[in-house]
Structure formats: structure tokens, C-alpha cells
């Protein structure tokens, strides 16, 4: 329905009247349509030409007028909402409310569907998108844009402003998968893009988008440059704050660390000197962990390779932590077990120890450093003690070396006297004990013999390649067993210990040692590797080895055989070995020869036509065995 003409004023003409009209229309702020209607008015009413064309005039001016006002209207808004995003990013002092403040306003002054920010990524060589506004997609908010790449690449590689009136369809642009999915996810059709710039530099590009099409007007563009370089002075301006707010941050927690380091380097040096004036004066290791309990306040236990307590200091409960003290050996520093500190004690590669802090979980970094330092300490002490216990050691092993060997009466009585300087009353019952062990732990087997003999008021060292230990006591069987009990356990490896009887008189010992190695001997051949024991021990084995007629007994026995094999080359001696071994089980035999079951039992049959059809009865089988065993031990 259309409107009522306006009432006619007094004396005017339809002309004026329309003219009237129009000023009352741009007063109000009038739409393009409504300021046609005093036009369309004249029309109807059949108007002279020359009045319809002055209105038609008229009207067009009017239209004017209307779009300077409107466009005067929308610069004032914009120049304000530039002043308040001024103001707006000069209070800020955190880059991502910064960013924020400058997408929501780009999209506000738009009245765009979306905004966003991408910046640029030196490390890349692309764009990622920093902060959106109005963006739904989860790809979409994810993007990077390499250069060139689309229109943000475009806009980030010529560092000039683009607008798309519908981005999906634009064939101007280089288009990846990878954008246009993210793109149509989005719904994004009209698009602007224009760079942040710091002088030559592009450090970004702002955006504003549409989910339809839309031409975006030069004076959209232009908004968005001026609110662009707004934002780049504002994110150079709170980069440079933050860093400069780093920077202070960095100083200022220099000088409480250089505060600290002081402090830690003065209590080091303190400690340093007390701990080397302990040892300089002639300390020990329960010095040591005084000390230490005192300097760190809480319980120290010193203790040795094998677990062993050397020392402990201080309240609480300190043990020792075989896991503590394995993992401080690889990563050669103190570590926390179960709430307990421990270090390795070390001489180079070699382990000597352990010490153990009780009681202070919550060790901090210099602490940890000085209680890293009294493991060095311990280590030298424990290394003095050794290099103590070593002088002593080569004494008496000389001591034992002389003894086993033949002495005349005049040496015998120089090494009574020599035994009697180191506590020993060799007028006591002793005896040889011979060690055998595996290669790998010789080093390990002699210094734990040492120490037993320390312990047991004996001798230790040696020779022929053998670890010899000479003991006080009337039990040489019992001692032989339990020591190579003790130093299997000690070493991780079997150790065969083989015992002499006990002898008082000092002219028997060489005797006692050749009878200690053939005992030895005996315990390996008989396949009881890793035990100790005495001639009793060994039974009527024991016996044969400690007669002149174990040679006699084997010739009777299997002498034949051993002429066989001798003569042919053949090996039936081994096959009998084997066929005992595995308890007269033909399968196993052949498995473990490595031949055919036929070969087997013609082997067998031999056996049998060269020693007698009873050769496999209960009481020749025995001797047979017996002298199969004895044979192997006689042999080098």
C-alpha cells in the first residue's frame, strides 16, 4: 500500500511541494526507495513534464546527498572503531588477547561471517592460522599455508592486499586439496585478505570472510589495511614486551641462581676441606660417615662391594640398596631409591662400594653434588685401606709361598717367626685349601680369599696358576664346603675348593698343598664343579688318588681298552664314558656322540669281546666306572 501524499502547503506548486518532501526525507535518513516516492508521487498525479524532470533531478541529488552522508556516517564509525581498537591493543599486554582483540574487530567493522589471523612461520616458510573469530571448522582453525598457496599465500608472498568475491569458484588462485577442504568445511565464499606488514616484512595476514558471496568494496579493503597496520605495530610492540619482560625474568633468575651458586660453592668448599682434612689426618670410613651425617643431616651408610657395612652415622634407618648401587654404576651419579640417596663408590671402572643417605628425599642439586663428593672421598679411603691391606696381603703370600714350598729347618724356623709378627701359631692344626675357578674370575676370587684369610687369622695368595689359602682348623672338609659356598656367591661363578688334612708340623705343608691340588683335581673330573670338600669326602676315590696303585687299578681294569684304542685310534673309552653318563640310555648316548643307535651298540659289542661279557654287570660296571674316572683325572 502505497503512501499518502503529503498535504498541499498554501500558495506552493506541485514542484515545490515534491522539493519540500525530499529535504523532509534526507532529515530521517531515508531508504534509496523512499526517497523515489515524491517522484512516483508527480507521476500519478499526471504532473507537467518540466515539473517531473526537475523532480526526477531533484531526486538523483538527493540520492547523493544520501551516500555522502551515509558514507561520511560510516568513516566516522570506522575512524572510532580504529580509535578503540588503538586503545583497545595499546592496554594489552599479551599477544593472544591481542590477536583476539584484532579478529573480533575486523570481523565487527566488516560485519563479516568470520575473521582470522594467520602468522608467519620463519622455521616453516608458511602461514598457520593463530586466532579465529566466528570459525566452526576444527580443520579450518588447524590451516597452514605455504607460500603462494591459495589466496593467503598469494597475500603473504606479494605482501599485497586480495578479495575474492567467491573463493571456491576463483580461479585466480593456486588451489591445494588440502585448503579448498578446509575451505568448504568452513562454508567460507567471500573472502578478503590483507597483509601485516613491518616494513618490507609480512608477518601475517588478516582476514574477513563471508558463508556466501560477497564483493568485498574498496572501502572494506581499505578498512581492513588500516586495522591490519594497526595490528602489526601492536604484535611487534607485545612481542617486544614479552621479550623484553623475558629477558628481566631471565636476569633476575640469573642472579638468584648466581646467589645460590655462591652460597652452594662456599658451602662445597667448607665441606671440601673438612672430608679432606679427615682424610689427611688419618681418618677412616666411621669418621667419614660422621662427618657426612653431620654435613647433610640424616643417616649414612658406607658400605662395600658386596653389601657388606663398613660404616654407619646418624639417626634413622640406613641399609644398603644393591638396586641404588647398580643403577649409580651406569649413570655415575647419585640416584633416589625408596627414598634413599645412593652413590657408587668407584676407582674408575672398578666398584668398591656404596654410600647410602637415609632420611633426606628432598636433596637438592648442590647437596646432591656434595654427596656425590663424599663418594669420591670414600673412595679414596677405601682405596688407602686397600693399598694397606694389599702391602699386608703380599707379605703374607710370601709368607705362604715359602711355607709350601720344601723349607729346611732354618727357613722353617725364619717363617715361624714371621708368622708369629703376623698373629699366627702355625704349632695350631692347619690346612691347604687349593681354589679353582673360572678365568673371568680370578681377580675377584683372590681378593675374596684374602679377605677370608684375614678374617680367619690365615694366609692367602698363589700359586701354579691357583688361588691357595692356608686356614687354622680341625674341620678341613667342612671349611672346604661353606668357603666354596661363600665364594660362588661372592664371585657369581662356580668355585671348586679342595682341602688337605689338617697338619701341625710346618715341614708337612708342601706335603698337604700336592695333596690340596690332587683333591682339587679329583672334585673336577668327578663332575662336582662348584663344591669343596676333603679327601673323606671323595670316598674310596679319595683313597685310590692317595695310593701309588691308582695307575695298577686302572691298567687291570680297562687297560685292554686303553691298548685298543691306542693301537687303532679308535675312541671306545669315550663311548663308555658317554654310555655311563647318560645311564646306560643307548638314544641319549648316540645323541650326545653324534652318531648312529647302530654304531652305538657295535661300539658296545667291541667293548664287550675286548672286556668281558660281564663288562655291564652291577659289580664290574662299578669298576669300571671307578676306573673310567680315575683314568680322566690322571690325565694333564
Known amino acids: 500500500m502505497e503512501d499518502s501524499p503529503p498535504a498541499a502547503a498554501p500558495g506552493l506548486g506541485p514542484a515545490a511541494e515534491a522539493l519540500l518532501r525530499l529535504i523532509d526525507l534526507l532529515a530521517a535518513d531515508p531508504s534509496d526507495d523512499q526517497l523515489t516516492e515524491p517522484l512516483r508521487h508527480l507521476e500519478r498525479s499526471g504532473a507537467a513534464p518540466e515539473t517531473l524532470a526537475a523532480v526526477q533531478r531533484a531526486t538523483a541529488t538527493a540520492r547523493g546527498v544520501k551516500r555522502t552522508l551515509d558514507q561520511r556516517r560510516r568513516r566516522e564509525a570506522e575512524l572510532a572503531a580504529l580509535f578503540d581498537t588503538a586503545g583497545d591493543l595499546a592496554a594489552s599486554r599479551n599477544l593472544d588477547a591481542v590477536l583476539r582483540a584484532i579478529v573480533h ?13 594467520a602468522l608467519h612461520d620463519p622455521d616453516q616458510g608458511d602461514t598457520y592460522m593463530r586466532v579465529t573469530d566466528g570459525s566452526v571448522s576444527a580443520r579450518f582453525q588447524q590451516l ?21 568475491t567467491d573463493y571456491q569458484v576463483d580461479s585466480r588462485f593456486r ?202 672421598v670414600t673412595a679414596l679411603l677405601l682405596l688407602l685401606r686397600r693399598s694397606v691391606a694389599d702391602a ?140 669343596g670338600g676333603g679327601m673323606d669326602q671323595l670316598g674310596f676315590i679319595g683313597v685310590l688318588l692317595g695310593e701309588s696303585g691308582a695307575d695298577a687299578f686302572v691298567r687291570r681294569t680297562i687297560g685292554p681298552l686303553l691298548e685298543y684304542d691306542a693301537k687303532r685310534g679308535t675312541d671306545l673309552v669315550g663311548t663308555l664314558e658317554a654310555y655311563f653318563a647318560n645311564g646306560g640310555h643307548l638314544a641319549k648316548t648316540k645323541a650326545v656322540l653324534n652318531v648312529h643307535l647302530n654304531t652305538v651298540s657295535q661300539r658296545l659289542e667291541r667293548v664287550a669281546s675286548i672286556l668281558g661279557r660281564d663288562w655291564n654287570s652291577p659289580e664290574r660296571s662299578l669298576e669300571v666306572q671307578l676306573a673310567l674316572r680315575v683314568n680322566r683325572l690322571s690325565k694333564p
Open 392 to 531: 699386608e696381603d703380599r707379605v703374607r703370600g710370601e709368607l705362604l709361598d715359602d711355607l709350601l714350598s720344601d723349607p729346611g729347618k732354618q727357613r722353617a724356623t725364619s717363617a715361624r717367626l714371621r708368622a708369629g709378627k703376623l698373629g699366627m701359631d702355625l704349632r695350631r692344626p692347619h690346612a691347604v685349601l687349593v681354589l679353582d675357578g673360572d678365568a673371568a674370575a680370578q681377580g675377584r676370587l683372590a681378593s675374596e680369599a684374602q679377605r677370608h684369610a684375614r678374617a680367619e687369622g690365615g694366609l692367602a695368595g698363589s700359586r701354579d696358576g691357583r688361588t691357595v689359602l692356608l686356614l687354622p682348623g680341625d674341620d678341613p672338609g667342612g671349611r672346604a664346603a661353606k668357603l666354596a659356598a661363600d665364594l660362588g656367591r661372592a664371585t657369581g661363578r662356580p668355585v671348586t675348593v679342595g682341602a688337605s688334612s689338617s697338619a701341625n708340623d710346618i715341614e708337612r705343608l708342601p706335603e698337604a698343598y700336592t695333596a690340596a691340588v690332587r683333591c682339587t683335581d679329583a672334585m673336577i673330573a668327578l663332575g662336582r664343579k662348584g663344591e
Open 105 to 117: 574487530r575486523a570481523r565487527t567493522l566488516l560485519a563479516a561471517d568470520l575473521s582470522y589471523i
Open 175 to 376: 588451489h591445494t586439496q588440502l585448503i579448498d577442504a578446509a575451505v568448504v568445511e568452513e562454508g567460507v565464499h567471500g573472502i578478503v585478505g590483507v597483509p601485516l606488514r613491518l616494513g618490507d616484512n609480512v608477518i601475517g595476514v588478516l582476514w574477513a570472510a563471508d558463508r556466501a558471496p560477497r564483493a568485498f568494496a574498496p572501502d572494506d579493503v581499505a578498512m581492513l589495511v588500516s586495522l591490519a597496520n594497526h595490528a602489526a605495530v601492536a604484535i611487534e610492540s607485545v612481542r617486544q614486551l614479552e621479550a623484553t619482560a623475558r629477558t628481566l625474568r631471565e636476569l633476575s633468575e640469573t642472579a638468584l641462581r648466581s646467589e645460590r651458586l655462591n652460597l652452594a660453592l662456599r658451602r662445597a668448599a667448607d665441606a671440601h676441606d673438612r672430608l679432606t682434612g679427615l682424610v689427611l689426618s688419618g681418618g677412616d670410613v666411621a669418621d667419614l660417615a660422621a662427618q657426612a651425617a653431620e654435613l647433610f643431616g640424616g643417616a649414612i651408610g658406607i658400605f662395600g662391594a658386596d653389601g657388606e657395612a663398613l660404616a654407619r652415622a646418624g639417626e634413622g634407618e640406613v641399609r644398603f640398596v644393591a638396586e641404588g648401587a647398580a643403577d649409580s654404576q651406569a649413570s655415575r651419579g647419585a640416584v633416589l631409591v625408596d627414598g634413599r640417596w645412593v652413590c657408587a663408590v668407584m676407582a674408575g671402572p672398578e666398584p668398591l662400594g656404596s654410600i647410602v643417605l637415609a632420611g633426606r628425599p628432598g636433596l637438592g642439586e648442590a647437596d646432591r653434588q656434595l654427596f656425590e663428593r663424599a663418594s669420591l
Open 144 to 164: 597452514r599455508l605455504g607460500m603462494g598457496e591459495g589466496l593467503g599465500g598469494l597475500v603473504a608472498e606479494t605482501a599485497l592486499p586480495y578479495a575474492s
